[in-house]
């Protein structure tokens, strides 16, 4: 699948700013992995208070990010998947290696583990030129639309 630009996500995922926190679907092989990008600018709003000084991006936006990743592989594996939005569900394994700071590039990778019903579990890794910063295990759910 050709990569995925903002009004994309946007159709796949409810976040908006300042939450939607991806840039870029780079690679999306349905029923097996996503691949997205985030770029960390210095002007991000969570750097003014985390930390003055020595800017360091909340690991818990981290996983956000991971979680929208994740969201949009469960997107494309459901059936009517317009008429569904991926919600977290849940996260194990959590661990962070090394700060993200501003420049940097996030590249996410999502792999698909398993599903059962609703529920559908991926393997996250977060990377900055090739190294890792984040790894979990994290659910998504999907559910109804109640516009």
């Known amino acids: 699948m050709p990569e ?3 009004e994309d996500i946007k159709k796949m995922l409810p976040h ?3 939450f939607l926190l991806l840039d870029r679907v780079l690679e999306l092989d349905e029923g097996k992995r996503c691949r997205a990008l985030k770029n960390v600018t210095g002007n991000e709003y969570f ?4 930390f003055p ?4 991006m909340p690991g818990v936006l981290i996983v956000e990010a991971m979680a929208q990743v994740c969201g949009i592989a469960a997107f494309a594996l459901v059936k009517d998947a317009a008429k569904k939005w991926p919600l977290f569900a849940g996260i ?3 661990r962070f290696k090394r700060p993200v700071v501003p420049g940097d590039q996030l590249i996410i990778e999502a792999e698909y583990t398993t599903h059962k ?5 991926f393997s996250v890794r977060a ?3 090739g190294q890792i910063v984040a790894r979990a295990e994290i659910r998504t759910a ?3 639309k109640t516009d």
């Open 142 to 144: 999907t559910v109804y």
């Open 47 to 50: 750097f003014e208070g985390h």
């Open 53 to 56: 000084g020595n800017p360091v």
């Open 4 to 6: 995925l630009q903002i």
């Open 117 to 121: 019903l609703n529920l559908w579990v």
């Open 16 to 18: 908006r700013y300042p």
């Open 127 to 129: 990377t900055v030129d």
């Open 92 to 94: 194990d394994k959590a």
